[in-house]
């Protein structure tokens, strides 16, 4: 449902990326989502028989980093900046700035940068 995507200023669908999005899905500014990831937008209710669909939005802030084969469920909110790591799983919120990796993915460390040398900015 192309009007349930919002794509903001160099936002980056990696090839063979899939946006299954039922609910809406936001890409905000310089974020990338690397190849072969999935935007899951919705799901199934197993706590009935008939299997109900749930929707949810998606949405992934500035500056985040989806790794390769990595998978979103539904209603997750990545935050400004945190990275999803290769064929991780995010069941949950990611905090901004924050590394997620495994299944279900888990919080391992802080995004930080290292200061090219002689740079004193």
């Keep these: 449902m192309p009007w349930q995507l919002e794509l903001h200023d160099r936002a980056c669908l990696g090839p063979n990326s899939e946006v299954y999005n039922l609910g809406e899905c936001v890409l905000r500014a310089r974020c990338t989502i690397a190849q072969g990831t999935y935007l899951c937008g919705g799901s199934h209710d197993l706590s009935v028989p008939t299997l109900p669909l ?6 992934v802030g500035e500056d985040a980093f989806i790794g390769a084969r990595a998978f979103i469920m539904p209603g997750v909110t990545i935050g400004e900046g945190a990275v999803i790591g290769a064929a991780a799983v995010a069941v949950r919120d990611a905090k901004p700035w924050t590394v997620i990796v495994g299944n279900p993915g888990n919080e391992i460390s802080m995004r930080k940068f290292e200061r090219p040398e002689g740079d004193e900015g």
Excluded: A, K, L, Y
């Design 54 to 59: 749930i929707v949810g939005p998606i949405d």
